[in-house]
């Protein structure tokens, strides 16, 4: 389906309110265009005649229609504005809702390659040109082509042969639009993608302002993103010079035109009282010519903004119409726990495979721990356990019921998941909590901070679970993040937890407050834990050794230690660390 379809369903959604408008506009445009014809009349039936005696009552009676009807005018002018305006907002209203609410069931897949910027502008950037279509630009045709054709009938009316003529312009007018947008497509199309870009980069910028200062790179960060802006700029001149031409311009040829036309015309139709065109004729003609030029203009100056919305919609129908799944509200009785992994296989690329025929079992309230090295699996596996991502060939079971099989959101209900890098929202600590879940009271947010320590580390904040946080909760630290991530994930007493990296980023006090916490929160759960201190997964019932996505060893702790293998040789060169520093 076109996109100029697709904006006319959206408008479809709201056409009582864009119908109530357009009725009012006609009525508008009846009054207005009504005036030259009472104009005409005074003239030819009550001021023209030669010989006759001037009668003010007449004059005064049509003097007091035509000023009755530039009121009428004015007062249904004003309410086809809040009509047209207020059906507009509610259009872009509903798109901006769509595009959000549809991001939300976009797998995390299509988040891997776009840039967060990229998805903002669509939402934001492009979402207001297409405002403007409505808003600007559609009410202005739609003004304009309901005065034109006003104007054309009243023409007739007066002077078929002279309003025939006027017609040469509804060609010429239609030509030059098709020649304007040959080329304004293409621009703006470089335009959008290049405002996109930009947001991306500021985005990117702003997340990592940190590392660009600290290794001295805002000068390099400075001339990309100039690079950007010039070609930017570049693109944006020619729509102006583009503009420029088919707008001035061709209002004035076509304007010299018309004029060409009516002095041609009336210079082989002599005005005399007994001519076929009469001087009231020839008034009421001159406004309606002048009068024709204003939506000649509206139109011809509405095509840059016009061919803009037309590429931001074609952006956001295409983010539209990336494949996303329904947001389930189905609930589930809650797990006991038992988690089966069986001949798994898993590439986030074609068949570049990051896990490879992975088999193991995690029974109800067992602790599963995850090791290797950097890029071995150990993340994969929890985000196909998770189905951020779907495995491609094998199977994960819980409860012996395939994953795949019931909906994302209903495999997550009674799962927990602990970030290295926790994610806090602006507000306080108890919404990020809660994260505004209303099962989720006060007291269950202060007994979930409080079992996992959180009390301790959290009670210098003046506000206490009412402290202020703001984006990423940049003002406290890793701990204090950590900890809130950690009491949020436990507040919805999860029957599986997943704590990534969890306490690779704390101190060791703050460490040894969750170890003691989780050795009691663990009871009842089965616990999946991906560490690379190997000291704090020492308890665990299974340690699972990845190396370039394949098991190589699993065991105990005790077992993989007199096996000498991999996880030996990790734990032993973590120990000498760790005594080298303790001595240093």
């Known amino acids: 389906m076109g996109t100029g379809k697709r904006l006319l369903q959206y408008a479809m959604h709201f056409k009582g309110i864009l119908i109530g408008g357009l009725l009012l506009l006609a009525i508008t445009v009846a009054a207005d265009l009504a005036a030259p ?3 005409k009349e005074i003239i030819d039936n009550h001021i023209a005649p030669v010989g006759g005696t001037l009668n003010f009552e007449p004059i005064a009676y049509l003097l007091a229609v035509y000023l009755g009807l530039g009121v009428v005018a004015a007062v249904f002018r004003f309410f086809e504005y809040l009509y047209l305006q207020k059906g507009a907002n509610r259009i ?57 054709g006003g104007i054309y009938v009243a023409m007739f009316y007066l002077d078929w042969k002279l309003a025939a003529m006027m017609l040469v312009l509804v060609p010429l007018l239609y030509g030059w639009m098709l020649l304007y947008r040959k080329f304004a497509a293409k621009y ?51 729509l102006l010079i583009l503009e420029a031409t088919a707008s001035y311009n061709m209002v004035g040829v076509l304007r010299s035109l018309v004029f060409v036309l009516f002095i041609w015309y009336f210079g082989t139709n002599a005005i005399t009282a007994n001519s076929a065109v009469t001087v009231g004729v ?14 000649i203009s509206g139109i011809v100056n509405q095509f840059a903004k016009l061919e803009q919305a037309l590429v931001a919609a074609e952006r956001v129908f295409r983010l539209l119409d990336r494949e996303g799944e329904a947001v389930s509200d189905e609930n589930i009785a809650r797990y006991r726990g038992n988690v089966r992994v069986e001949n798994v296989w898993f590439a986030y690329k074609d068949e570049e495979y990051v896990l490879k025929d992975i088999s193991f079992e995690a029974k109800q309230g067992e602790t599963v721990a995850l090791v ?26 819980i409860d012996g019921q395939d994953i795949t099989k019931m909906s994302r959101q209903a495999v997550r209900e009674h799962m927990g998941i602990v970030l290295q890098d926790p994610y806090l929202f602006t507000g306080t600590i108890e919404s990020n909590v809660s994260l505004g879940d209303k099962r989720i009271t006060r007291k269950m947010v202060e007994d979930a901070l409080a079992a996992v320590g959180g009390e301790r580390v959290l009670k210098h904040l003046p506000g206490g679970i009412d402290e202020p946080v703001v984006e990423k909760g940049s003002t406290l630290s890793s701990g204090q993040r950590q900890l809130v991530s950690f009491a949020r994930a436990l507040a919805f007493d999860p029957a599986i937890l997943i704590l990534d990296e969890a306490t690779s980023n704390i101190d060791t006090e703050t460490e040894e407050i969750i170890q003691h916490a ?44 007199k096996l000498g293998g991999q996880y030996y040789q990790m734990y032993q060169i973590q120990s000498g660390m760790s005594s080298t520093q303790h001595v240093g």
Do not use: C
């Not at 840039?115 to 207001?128: F, L, M, Y």
């Not at 335009?191 to 790179?217: C, H, P, W, Y």
């Not at 950097?374 to 991502?389: D, E, H, V």
């Open 37 to 39: 014809l009472v104009a």
């Open 92 to 148: 872009i209203q509903k798109m901006r809702n769509d595009v959000y609410r549809h991001v939300q069931t976009l797998p995390i897949r299509y988040f891997d390659s776009l840039p967060a910027g990229k998805v903002v502008s669509r939402i934001t950037n492009d979402t207001e040109a297409i405002r403007e279509l409505f808003v600007t630009v559609l009410s202005q045709f739609a003004t304009s082509f309901m005065y034109m």
């Open 188 to 238: 703006n199309h470089v335009v959008r993608e290049k405002l996109s870009d930009m947001n991306a980069m500021i985005n990117e910028s702003i997340q990592g302002m940190t590392i660009i200062q600290a290794f001295r790179r805002e000068k390099q960060m400075k001339e990309e993103f100039e690079e950007m802006n010039n070609k930017h700029y570049k693109f944006q001149q020619k």
């Open 282 to 295: 020839l008034y009421a003609f001159v406004d309606y010519i002048i009068r024709l030029f204003n939506p």
């Open 372 to 397: 290797g090295h950097t890029g071995s699996g150990k993340s994969s596996i929890m985000n196909l356990l998770f189905r951020f991502y779907d495995a491609t060939k094998g199977a994960i079971t």
């Open 518 to 561: 989780m050795e009691v929160l663990k009871k009842g759960r089965t616990t999946f834990i991906i560490a690379h201190r190997l000291s704090t997964i020492k308890n665990a019932d299974r340690i699972l050794v990845l190396d370039r996505g394949s098991i190589v060893e699993s065991g105990s702790h005790d077992e993989l230690m």
